[in-house]
């Protein structure tokens, strides 16, 4: 049986997409990433989401 890799008294449901890393119930955030690659995904969106911003607004002058 596989545990969680933070709680060893849960058993892991799922493995991380990202980094297959072992998550219990308690762990596992949407798109079936462990909360570590979660907040990263989101910096990465957040950033993306700026940059297009920037552009759209240096295209429009
Ligand atoms: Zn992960
Ligand atoms: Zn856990």
Request: proline letters at 0%; a positive charge.
């Given at each position: 049986m596989t545990t969680?890799?933070?709680h060893p008294e849960n058993k892991?449901?799922?493995q991380c997409r990202?980094?297959?890393d072992?998550?219990?119930d308690e762990c596992?955030?949407?798109l079936g990433l462990c909360?570590?690659?979660w907040y990263k995904a989101l910096v990465v969106v957040v950033v993306v989401m700026v940059i297009v911003s920037y552009?759209?607004?240096?295209?429009?002058l």
């Open positions: 969680c890799s933070r892991a449901s799922l990202l980094c297959s072992a998550c219990c596992t955030m949407r909360s570590r690659c552009t759209a607004w240096y295209a429009l």
